[in-house]
Protein backbone atom coordinates (compact mmCIF):
# COMPACT_ATOMS: atom_id res chain seq x y z
CA UNK A 1 0.00 0.00 0.00
CA UNK A 2 1.18 3.52 -0.92
CA UNK A 3 1.74 6.46 1.21
CA UNK A 4 0.95 9.82 0.40
CA UNK A 5 4.46 12.07 0.08
CA UNK A 6 5.34 14.05 2.92
CA UNK A 7 4.19 17.53 2.92
CA UNK A 8 5.91 19.22 6.02
CA UNK A 9 9.87 18.78 6.57
CA UNK A 10 10.41 16.07 9.36
CA UNK A 11 10.98 18.50 12.52
CA UNK A 12 7.20 19.93 12.33
CA UNK A 13 5.91 16.93 11.26
CA UNK A 14 6.57 15.25 14.77
CA UNK A 15 5.69 18.43 17.02
CA UNK A 16 2.21 17.80 15.38
CA UNK A 17 1.68 14.73 15.74
CA UNK A 18 3.17 15.38 19.69
CA UNK A 19 0.37 18.17 20.18
CA UNK A 20 -2.49 16.09 18.63
CA UNK A 21 -3.51 18.93 16.45
CA UNK A 22 -4.07 18.68 12.56
CA UNK A 23 -2.12 21.15 10.47
CA UNK A 24 -4.18 24.04 9.16
CA UNK A 25 -3.45 23.19 5.49
CA UNK A 26 -2.15 20.53 4.19
CA UNK A 27 -1.01 20.74 0.26
CA UNK A 28 -2.73 18.46 -2.29
CA UNK A 29 -2.08 17.60 -6.11
CA UNK A 30 -4.92 19.89 -6.70
CA UNK A 31 -3.39 22.95 -4.60
CA UNK A 32 -3.69 26.24 -6.19
CA UNK A 33 -1.05 27.65 -3.84
CA UNK A 34 -2.84 30.60 -2.49
CA UNK A 35 -2.79 30.91 1.13
CA UNK A 36 -6.46 30.84 3.37
CA UNK A 37 -7.28 33.07 5.73
CA UNK A 38 -7.75 31.52 8.98
CA UNK A 39 -9.68 32.72 11.64
CA UNK A 40 -12.92 34.46 12.55
CA UNK A 41 -15.43 33.91 9.44
CA UNK A 42 -16.39 36.79 7.33
CA UNK A 43 -19.61 37.64 6.57
CA UNK A 44 -21.08 36.77 3.24
CA UNK A 45 -21.29 40.63 1.63
CA UNK A 46 -17.60 41.00 2.62
CA UNK A 47 -16.75 37.06 0.89
CA UNK A 48 -18.40 38.12 -2.37
CA UNK A 49 -17.08 41.64 -2.40
CA UNK A 50 -13.43 40.08 -2.16
CA UNK A 51 -13.86 37.30 -4.80
CA UNK A 52 -14.63 39.96 -7.24
CA UNK A 53 -11.69 42.34 -6.84
CA UNK A 54 -9.00 39.56 -6.16
CA UNK A 55 -6.74 39.00 -8.78
CA UNK A 56 -7.13 35.64 -8.94
CA UNK A 57 -10.48 35.39 -10.85
CA UNK A 58 -9.02 37.83 -13.53
CA UNK A 59 -10.74 40.53 -14.59
CA UNK A 60 -14.39 41.26 -15.97
CA UNK A 61 -14.97 41.26 -19.76
CA UNK A 62 -17.40 43.37 -21.40
CA UNK A 63 -21.08 42.21 -20.96
CA UNK A 64 -23.03 42.49 -24.57
CA UNK A 65 -26.14 41.00 -25.63
CA UNK A 66 -25.43 38.39 -28.37
CA UNK A 67 -25.72 40.03 -31.76
CA UNK A 68 -28.53 36.98 -33.09
CA UNK A 69 -31.45 37.55 -35.97
CA UNK A 70 -33.90 35.54 -36.66
CA UNK A 71 -34.28 33.61 -40.15
CA UNK A 72 -36.68 35.94 -41.68
CA UNK A 73 -34.77 38.78 -41.29
CA UNK A 74 -31.26 36.95 -42.45
CA UNK A 75 -32.64 38.28 -45.89
CA UNK A 76 -31.95 42.33 -44.73
CA UNK A 77 -28.42 41.14 -44.95
CA UNK A 78 -27.16 39.94 -47.76
CA UNK A 79 -24.69 40.75 -50.23
CA UNK A 80 -25.50 40.18 -53.59
CA UNK A 81 -22.56 38.79 -55.71
CA UNK A 82 -22.52 39.07 -59.19
CA UNK A 83 -20.33 37.54 -62.38
CA UNK A 84 -16.87 38.31 -62.66
CA UNK A 85 -15.44 38.89 -65.59
CA UNK A 86 -14.77 41.04 -68.59
CA UNK A 87 -17.67 44.26 -68.86
CA UNK A 88 -18.48 44.11 -72.76
CA UNK A 89 -20.97 46.84 -72.69
CA UNK A 90 -24.54 47.40 -71.49
CA UNK A 91 -27.61 45.03 -71.81
CA UNK A 92 -31.04 46.78 -73.28
CA UNK A 93 -31.93 46.95 -69.23
CA UNK A 94 -28.81 49.22 -69.03
CA UNK A 95 -27.53 46.36 -66.52
CA UNK A 96 -23.87 46.04 -66.80
CA UNK A 97 -22.99 42.81 -69.09
CA UNK A 98 -20.14 40.47 -67.65
CA UNK A 99 -18.29 38.32 -69.76
CA UNK A 100 -16.15 35.52 -68.10
CA UNK A 101 -13.67 34.50 -69.90
CA UNK A 102 -10.93 33.00 -67.01
CA UNK A 103 -12.58 29.72 -66.34
CA UNK A 104 -11.59 26.65 -64.44
CA UNK A 105 -12.82 24.55 -67.55
CA UNK A 106 -12.06 25.02 -71.26
CA UNK A 107 -14.15 28.02 -73.26
CA UNK A 108 -14.14 28.95 -76.52
CA UNK A 109 -15.62 31.94 -78.04
CA UNK A 110 -16.23 33.11 -81.41
CA UNK A 111 -16.56 36.40 -82.17
CA UNK A 112 -18.13 37.94 -85.90
CA UNK A 113 -17.09 41.35 -86.31
CA UNK A 114 -14.39 43.64 -86.45
CA UNK A 115 -11.52 44.70 -85.35
CA UNK A 116 -12.43 47.53 -83.53
CA UNK A 117 -14.34 45.49 -80.70
CA UNK A 118 -12.32 42.62 -80.79
CA UNK A 119 -9.55 45.12 -79.65
CA UNK A 120 -11.73 46.12 -76.81
CA UNK A 121 -12.42 43.19 -75.30
CA UNK A 122 -8.45 42.28 -75.38
CA UNK A 123 -7.67 46.01 -73.44
CA UNK A 124 -10.49 44.71 -70.84
CA UNK A 125 -9.26 41.24 -70.80
CA UNK A 126 -5.81 42.84 -69.61
CA UNK A 127 -7.30 44.93 -67.21
CA UNK A 128 -9.01 42.43 -65.56
CA UNK A 129 -5.23 40.56 -64.92
CA UNK A 130 -5.52 38.23 -67.73
CA UNK A 131 -2.63 37.78 -70.35
CA UNK A 132 -3.60 38.26 -73.48
CA UNK A 133 -1.98 36.44 -76.55
CA UNK A 134 -2.91 37.52 -79.91
CA UNK A 135 -2.53 35.36 -83.03
CA UNK A 136 -2.42 37.41 -86.09
CA UNK A 137 -1.89 37.59 -89.74
CA UNK A 138 -2.03 41.64 -90.00
CA UNK A 139 0.54 42.09 -86.47
CA UNK A 140 0.70 45.73 -87.58
CA UNK A 141 -2.84 46.35 -86.59
CA UNK A 142 -1.94 45.41 -82.62
CA UNK A 143 0.81 45.91 -82.26
CA UNK A 144 -0.21 49.70 -80.87
CA UNK A 145 -2.18 47.86 -78.79
CA UNK A 146 -0.09 45.92 -77.55
CA UNK A 147 2.92 48.81 -76.77
CA UNK A 148 0.22 50.80 -74.84
CA UNK A 149 -1.51 48.08 -72.74
CA UNK A 150 -0.44 47.45 -69.33
CA UNK A 151 0.90 50.55 -68.98
CA UNK A 152 4.81 49.06 -70.01
CA UNK A 153 4.19 45.62 -68.77
CA UNK A 154 4.37 43.54 -70.92
CA UNK A 155 0.46 41.56 -70.84
CA UNK A 156 -0.52 41.78 -74.55
CA UNK A 157 1.74 39.69 -76.83
CA UNK A 158 1.70 39.43 -80.69
CA UNK A 159 2.23 36.32 -82.27
CA UNK A 160 2.35 35.09 -86.06
CA UNK A 161 -0.55 32.97 -87.25
CA UNK A 162 1.05 28.84 -86.53
CA UNK A 163 4.17 30.35 -83.62
CA UNK A 164 1.75 30.45 -80.52
CA UNK A 165 3.52 28.74 -77.86
CA UNK A 166 2.69 27.06 -74.82
CA UNK A 167 1.37 29.66 -72.12
CA UNK A 168 0.84 27.84 -68.87
CA UNK A 169 -2.18 28.93 -67.31
CA UNK A 170 -3.34 28.90 -64.22
CA UNK A 171 -5.71 30.17 -61.62
CA UNK A 172 -3.14 33.24 -60.67
CA UNK A 173 -2.29 33.89 -64.12
CA UNK A 174 -5.27 33.10 -66.60
CA UNK A 175 -4.54 33.29 -70.27
CA UNK A 176 -6.85 35.61 -72.91
CA UNK A 177 -6.05 33.77 -76.51
CA UNK A 178 -7.42 35.96 -79.79
CA UNK A 179 -7.12 34.72 -83.11
CA UNK A 180 -7.28 36.92 -85.55
CA UNK A 181 -6.55 34.62 -88.68
CA UNK A 182 -9.02 35.72 -91.52
CA UNK A 183 -11.87 33.91 -92.59
CA UNK A 184 -10.91 30.46 -92.59
CA UNK A 185 -8.53 30.23 -89.39
CA UNK A 186 -5.69 27.25 -89.73
CA UNK A 187 -6.18 24.68 -86.77
CA UNK A 188 -4.15 26.44 -84.06
CA UNK A 189 -1.52 24.79 -81.39
CA UNK A 190 -2.49 25.98 -78.63
CA UNK A 191 -6.27 25.22 -77.87
CA UNK A 192 -8.56 26.11 -74.94
CA UNK A 193 -8.11 24.95 -71.26
CA UNK A 194 -8.77 25.57 -67.90
CA UNK A 195 -7.80 29.02 -67.20
CA UNK A 196 -7.13 29.52 -71.20
CA UNK A 197 -9.89 30.52 -73.25
CA UNK A 198 -9.29 30.92 -76.79
CA UNK A 199 -11.37 33.45 -78.84
CA UNK A 200 -11.60 33.60 -82.75
CA UNK A 201 -12.13 36.19 -84.91
CA UNK A 202 -14.35 35.96 -87.97
CA UNK A 203 -15.04 38.90 -90.10
CA UNK A 204 -17.94 37.83 -91.40
CA UNK A 205 -19.94 34.30 -91.75
CA UNK A 206 -18.02 32.57 -94.87
CA UNK A 207 -19.12 29.10 -95.89
CA UNK A 208 -16.86 28.11 -93.28
CA UNK A 209 -18.10 29.97 -90.29
CA UNK A 210 -20.79 26.61 -89.17
CA UNK A 211 -18.27 24.21 -88.31
CA UNK A 212 -16.49 27.20 -86.04
CA UNK A 213 -20.14 28.35 -84.75
CA UNK A 214 -20.78 24.68 -84.05
CA UNK A 215 -18.11 24.14 -81.56
CA UNK A 216 -18.46 27.51 -79.75
CA UNK A 217 -19.48 27.83 -76.01
CA UNK A 218 -20.26 31.60 -76.52
CA UNK A 219 -21.26 33.53 -80.00
CA UNK A 220 -20.76 36.87 -80.67
CA UNK A 221 -22.12 38.60 -84.06
CA UNK A 222 -22.14 42.19 -85.29
CA UNK A 223 -24.07 43.46 -88.39
CA UNK A 224 -24.08 40.99 -90.80
CA UNK A 225 -26.18 40.46 -94.51
CA UNK A 226 -29.61 39.12 -94.46
CA UNK A 227 -27.94 35.87 -96.39
CA UNK A 228 -25.43 35.42 -93.56
CA UNK A 229 -28.14 35.45 -91.08
CA UNK A 230 -29.79 32.25 -92.33
CA UNK A 231 -26.68 30.39 -91.25
CA UNK A 232 -26.66 31.78 -87.68
CA UNK A 233 -30.60 30.40 -87.81
CA UNK A 234 -29.51 27.34 -89.13
CA UNK A 235 -26.74 26.64 -87.13
CA UNK A 236 -27.45 28.48 -83.58
CA UNK A 237 -31.05 28.25 -83.65
CA UNK A 238 -31.21 31.94 -82.95
CA UNK A 239 -35.02 33.48 -82.65
CA UNK A 240 -36.25 35.18 -85.96
CA UNK A 241 -37.03 38.44 -83.16
CA UNK A 242 -33.42 38.63 -82.84
CA UNK A 243 -32.41 37.86 -86.04
CA UNK A 244 -34.37 40.83 -87.79
CA UNK A 245 -31.85 43.06 -86.06
CA UNK A 246 -28.99 41.91 -87.28
CA UNK A 247 -28.60 43.49 -90.44
CA UNK A 248 -29.03 47.05 -88.63
CA UNK A 249 -27.28 46.84 -85.75
CA UNK A 250 -25.19 50.35 -84.62
CA UNK A 251 -21.21 49.59 -85.22
CA UNK A 252 -20.94 49.11 -81.47
CA UNK A 253 -23.53 46.91 -80.47
CA UNK A 254 -23.15 42.20 -80.67
CA UNK A 255 -25.82 39.84 -80.32
CA UNK A 256 -24.26 37.63 -77.73
CA UNK A 257 -25.93 33.98 -77.56
CA UNK A 258 -25.83 30.86 -76.52
CA UNK A 259 -27.80 27.69 -77.39
CA UNK A 260 -29.98 29.01 -74.90
CA UNK A 261 -29.57 32.42 -74.22
CA UNK A 262 -29.49 35.61 -76.72
CA UNK A 263 -28.67 39.20 -75.30
CA UNK A 264 -28.16 41.97 -77.89
CA UNK A 265 -24.57 44.49 -76.09
CA UNK A 266 -24.06 47.63 -76.51
CA UNK A 267 -20.28 48.21 -75.79
CA UNK A 268 -19.56 52.05 -75.37
CA UNK A 269 -15.52 53.18 -75.14
CA UNK A 270 -13.86 54.87 -72.58
CA UNK A 271 -11.72 58.13 -73.14
CA UNK A 272 -8.67 55.72 -73.06
CA UNK A 273 -9.92 53.16 -75.61
CA UNK A 274 -11.06 56.04 -77.93
CA UNK A 275 -8.03 57.74 -78.41
CA UNK A 276 -6.01 54.47 -78.73
CA UNK A 277 -8.54 52.44 -81.21
CA UNK A 278 -10.85 55.23 -82.24
CA UNK A 279 -14.31 55.27 -82.52
CA UNK A 280 -16.75 52.37 -82.46
CA UNK A 281 -16.41 50.54 -86.15
CA UNK A 282 -17.70 47.23 -87.53
CA UNK A 283 -15.75 47.19 -91.11
CA UNK A 284 -11.96 47.96 -90.66
Given at each position: M?H?????????QGR?A?????PA??A???????I?I?GQ????????Q?R????G??LR?????R??V?A?E????????G?D?V?IG???E???A?????R?TAF?????????L?Q?L??R??????R?????G?P?????LAQ?A????????????????????????P?V??R????R??R??V??????????????V?E??PR?????????????????T????DT?G??D???Q????????????????HH???????????T?????A?RM?
Amino acid sequence: MSHPAQTMPPGQQGRAAASGRTPAHVASPTDTGMIPIIGQPQPPEQQQQRRIFSPGFGLRGPRRNRHVVTADELAAIDMPIGDDGVIIGTDPESQPAVLGLSRPTAFDVVFVGGLWLAQVLALRAAATGARVGVETGRPQAWQQLAQAAGGGQQCVTVYPVGRVPAQGPSVSSPVVLIRDCGVRPPRGRVTSVPWQAVVTVLPFVSEHAPRWLAQAHLVGIQRISPQETDVVRDTLGVPDEHLQHLPTLHDGVALWCTRKHHKFVMTAPTDAETGLLGVARRMD
